[in-house]
């Protein structure tokens, strides 16, 4: 081949690997969406029902009925909340989205700000800085299933010092859509939790009864 050609074809060559996205560079798909009213209960009597889904956020119910909404990617604390008449809110900046759709080893660092609005009295505000890492897969037993679930895990430091105050952990299910497993460390208090899905209830069928059944049960 002349060199002129050779040249060429090298070229082009050269071009359509730097053009070609690799493997890698692939944004992940999205896990599967979640059916509205499908109802998510976990070993120590605690419901969580879907009641809207947003897109970037979702809007949650507990068993009593009492609604927040918090953000999709499940490591970012909730967004909105009442209890009592008190309303919190929650502001996040930094990039959490590296860590959605959940990956192997994927890691990012964020801060939250959170507002207080009491009923009666003066507004609050405290700020949390958080570091998050995610594992790599591997497979776990649980009442319903064996299932291959992705570890992810967040340490919360304060704003003065960013002494280490709070330890969270998941367990993610991209069978499932949801987290099967949620675990935290409160170095200050020394409280520890850890709480694992019983069952998942489609919307149709997450009655009362049936719910309270689960819980009776047990896992």
Known sequence: MPRKLVIVAYSLTALAAVSMPTASARPLPEPVRIE???TFVFNDGRVERLVEDRGATQVWATRRGREYVRSRNFTVPILEWE???????????????????????????????????????????????????VGRKRMESFTFAEIEV??????????????????????????????????????????????????????????????????KKGC
């Open 150 to 215: 992705l570890p992810v895990n967040c340490e919360r430091y304060t704003a003065s010092s960013m002494k280490l105050v709070e330890r969270r952990g998941w367990l993610w299910s991209d069978e499932v859509g949801h987290y099967v497993e949620r675990s935290s460390t409160k170095y200050a208090t020394g409280e520890s939790e850890t709480v694992r899905l019983c069952a998942k209830i489609p919307g149709r069928t997450a009655t009362d009864d049936r719910i309270a059944e689960v819980i």
């Open 36 to 38: 509205q009213d499908a």
């Open 83 to 133: 209890v009592s008449g008190v309303k919190g809110t929650r502001t996040v900046s930094g990039k959490p989205e590296k860590l959605w759709p959940p990956r192997e080893g994927a890691s990012s660092r964020f801060r939250v700000i959170t507002d207080i609005f009491p009923r009666d009295g003066v507004k609050s505000r405290s700020l949390q800085f958080w570091s998050c890492k």
